[in-house]
């Protein structure tokens, strides 16, 4: 009992810090999610082919953003580490550094925009919906530069254990998404109705908001002003930005192939009319949402795991690890337990279309199956991230998702190969297929390398003594 009660209260302890640390990172994701939540529930109540623009738009924009987030959390681990370490001397270049590269990937984002309509066209997207789906993406593109820029600097200052101004000035962008959304929308105030594409402006006016406040704070509060980010600018220096590239590319590269699986299933379903794509978006921005959550606690996990090894605590880092997974899997029971019990609830915020609303409620018990294997995936390969770990969990999520989840969703849902078409549902089993694989591979790569600390750090203490 005593022993029990030892475990429990070094748990909780855990879990306050790594509450700490994902807190404030959760409320910047939910306010983040919650910029498309507010795109998607309004431009639905516009009309169901604003709706299903923005969902097609939203499939082509969120992989390539989530590509850039992913690269650019190579300075979380990479600051993490030296702060811990008590290296923060070092901490300005590397920084500045990763500036350098959020401009130069901004750059390709806006490349990649600004031909999506060959993306259209290449899955015989219908004129119309293709027509306002471009207009929606090249208006979001003014804001492209100011994401990645906040980013950058978002990540600094998770890696110092600050994570509290990621989520204030997200939830200010999202208060002013709303209006903004209103106005440009319906066409208030002498603005132009301009429907769904709207919201694009709309979300390009918060992304320099959220950029220009995060700079402001770290040119300005008193502990990154010790860290002199702004004291100088440094020229490229291609030996750093490499070094940065090889460890964020995989860590992009892996977010990119796991989110790039849902927006290619949201592109087939393009297909099959308006009334199916908006069914699909309404299960998927609402999982999405809630994902947010177990994406949070990684990133916390990423944190917490990359202090802890750069101040030489291996043990605690692999206690993080598996506590932050368990905190994970708590949080999937209350997120699968709202899309099984109260879909309707659900669906009634994004709809009042019947028919769409029915789709979406049977596609949320598939979201709702793959919540423990999405949790688990997500918070190991955070922890995996803190041990600077990126190119095999890289690999092993190109497998689940480009060699699993996307033949059998097709085969399944598009074929009569081994039954009839299934339509949404067979790509829907096809993605929860793919979590559940890569749940497995990643769970067996963290043990693996907890495994491998451990030895190293018993070898050095051998070596000392």
Request: with cysteine; hydrophobic share 55%; charged share 10%.
């Amino acid at each position: 009992m005593r022993n029990n009660l030892s475990a429990f209260a070094r748990y909780r302890g855990e879990l306050g810090e790594l509450m700490y640390l994902a807190g404030p990172i959760m409320g910047a994701q939910l306010a983040t999610t919650g910029m498309s939540f507010v795109d998607t529930s309004m431009a639905g109540q516009y009309s169901a082919l604003d709706l299903a623009s923005i969902a097609l738009g939203s499939s082509i924009w969120v992989p390539v953003y989530l590509l850039i987030r992913g690269i650019l959390m190579a300075i979380t681990p990479t600051v993490a580490h030296l702060y811990g370490a008590r290296q923060t001397g070092e901490i300005a270049g590397q920084v500045r550094q990763g500036l350098w590269i959020a401009l130069l990937l901004s750059l390709l984002a806006l490349g990649f925009i600004y031909q999506s309509d060959v993306v259209l066209q290449w899955l015989q997207v219908g004129p119309a919906m293709a027509g306002k789906t471009l207009e929606y993406l090249k208006a979001l593109a003014w804001g492209v530069p100011a994401i990645c820029l906040f980013q950058a600097l978002t990540c600094y200052c998770e890696g110092m254990g600050k994570t509290k101004p990621g989520m204030v000035f997200s939830f200010i962008a999202l208060a002013l998404n709303i209006p903004l959304n209103y106005v440009l929308i319906y066409g208030k105030f002498g603005f132009p109705e301009l429907g769904g594409v709207g919201c694009g402006y709309a979300t390009a006016v918060c992304f320099w908001a959220m950029f220009l406040m995060m700079a402001a704070y770290t040119m300005l509060a008193q502990q990154h002003r010790k860290i002199g980010l702004f004291d100088q600018w440094d020229l490229p220096s291609l030996n750093i930005i490499a070094s940065q590239l090889t460890l964020g590319v995989p860590i992009g590269l892996a977010i990119f192939f796991e989110a790039s699986i849902f927006s290619v299933v949201a592109l087939l379903i393009g297909k099959l009319g308006a009334i199916v794509v908006a069914g699909h978006q309404i299960a998927l921005n609402f999982s999405s949402l809630t994902f947010m959550v177990p994406l949070s606690l990684s990133m916390g996990l990423t944190i917490s795991v990359g202090q802890a090894l750069g101040a030489g605590k291996t043990a605690q880092a692999a206690y993080s690890s598996y506590a932050g997974i368990v905190t994970t899997l708590v949080s999937a029971t209350l997120s699968a337990a709202v899309m099984l019990f109260l879909p309707g609830v659900v669906t009634s915020i994004y709809t009042q279309n019947t028919e769409v609303a029915i789709l979406a409620s049977q596609l949320l018990v598939y979201a709702a199956l793959f919540q423990y294997a999405d949790g688990i995936q997500i918070a190991a390969n955070g922890a995996l991230r803190g041990y600077k770990d990126t190119r095999v969990p890289m690999a092993m999520i190109l497998f689940a998702c480009w060699g699993v989840a996307l033949p059998l969703g097709y085969i399944l849902g598009l074929t009569d190969w081994i039954v009839a078409p299934m339509g949404p549902h067979g790509l829907w089993i096809g993605l929860v297929s793919a979590l559940t694989m890569s749940a497995i591979l990643l769970t067996l790569r963290l043990r693996a390398i907890i495994g491998r600390h451990r030895v190293s750090a018993a070898d050095n203490m051998a070596m000392s003594s």
